[in-house]
């Protein structure tokens, strides 16, 4: 049983950083892509970033390019979400979701929720004005 589990959302500031957690287990972390996504109230939930099973290629909405930065530690079967220079519009619930499959195996439809199989049960980022 894969389960995820988000750490590290609270409130802050615009301008503000906060670093997201997401710890897996269950099976080899080391093999498969991971992504986060943020679901706002009243809005669906949004592609954020992506990372590859290796950490060697990554992918962003446009609105966090250059502010946020995904990363993984396969050793402590974690990822992250480096969140620089918040903004009151990146408040939401942010979620990890990782893929039955492994490897590079559906890559190309990294920013569909429908493509992720396991999700955390989230944590919110409030970014006040």
């Known amino acids: 049983q894969v389960q995820l589990v988000e750490s590290g959302g609270g409130l802050v500031q615009a301008g503000g950083s906060l670093r997201l957690s997401c710890t897996a287990s269950?099976?080899?972390?080391?093999?498969?892509?991971m992504g986060w996504f943020r679901q706002a109230p009243g809005k669906e939930r949004e592609f954020v970033a992506a990372?590859?099973?290796?950490?060697?290629?990554?992918d962003y909405v446009v609105s966090v390019k250059g502010r946020f930065t995904i990363s993984r530690d396969n050793d402590k079967s974690t990822m992250y979400l480096q969140m620089n220079s918040l903004k009151p519009e990146d408040t939401a619930v942010y979620y990890c979701?990782?893929?039955?499959?492994?490897?590079?195996?559906?890559?190309?439809?990294?920013?569909?929720?429908?493509?992720?199989?396991?999700w955390g049960r989230g944590t919110q980022v409030n970014v006040s004005s």
């Open positions: 979701a990782t893929t039955r499959i492994p490897f590079a195996g559906n890559w190309n439809n990294r920013g569909n929720p429908r493509e992720y199989d396991y």
């Open positions: 269950g099976r080899p972390f080391s093999s498969y892509p």
């Open positions: 990372i590859s099973w290796s950490g060697s290629n990554t």
